[in-house]
């Protein structure tokens, strides 16, 4: 299984998964909330840096998870600019790249084996209203992996058009991308159909 876990020995590697899931959500939720001026902005870039220096990944992992989303910050930033002043597009952005990084710290030092038992064990009280913890926790797993094989997908594309000296427009990217993306997804289908998910 495709994982995002760097393995380490700090305090934040070594946190029970449930409990450090509830404060990295109670931060990002505190982040999200920050008013949309350029103080806020640097006060989220401050507390992402300070997570990543405290938790022991560093700032070369913290760059790493930067370079990873740069093209949602490209993104959010340039449609805010669309419908709002620099200022509160620039807060936005900050606090939308600091969600991602801090959310990201929960997958970096926590094994989705033990990720995935806290979900299921958090959901065993709602078992009496039909919900089914396994399964729940099998979707998680299903949308936590799919990420970085989109990426790694990504990755063998552009590969592939360096290689047969292709140009890096657009349509002959997205294009293979979709067909690999929507194999994967088929194959994933039905490796979940044959161990008898539906």
């Known amino acids: 299984m495709l994982t995002l876990y760097r393995p380490g020995t700090g305090w934040m590697h070594r946190a029970p998964a449930g409990p450090k899931a509830l404060v990295l ?16 902005a640097i006060a989220t870039g401050v507390v992402a840096v300070l997570a990543y220096l405290v938790t022991g990944l560093g700032v070369g992992e913290l760059v790493r998870q930067i370079l990873a989303v740069r093209w949602v910050i490209v993104i959010t930033f340039g449609a805010q600019l669309i419908f709002l002043q ?13 969600a991602l990084l801090i959310a990201a710290l929960l997958v970096l030092t926590t094994r989705i084996g033990d990720l995935l038992d806290a979900v299921e064990r958090a959901l065993q009280p709602f078992t ?10 099998l979707v998680l797993a299903v949308a936590m992996t799919t990420v970085p ?4 997908i990504a990755a063998g594309v552009r590969e592939a058009q360096k290689a047969r000296g292709v ?13 690999m993306s929507l194999k994967h997804a088929d194959d994933l289908g039905d490796a979940l159909t044959a161990r008898g998910v539906r």
Do not use: K, W
């Open 128 to 137: 009496r209203i039909g919900v089914d913890p396994a399964r729940v926790a």
């Open 167 to 179: 140009g890096g427009g657009l349509t002959s990217f997205a294009i293979p991308f979709l067909v």
């Open 25 to 40: 959500l109670v931060v990002v939720l505190v982040v999200s909330l920050l008013p949309s001026t350029y103080a806020a």
């Open 149 to 152: 094989v989109l990426v790694r």
């Open 86 to 98: 620099t200022e509160p597009a620039v807060a936005n952005t900050s606090r939308v790249l600091a």
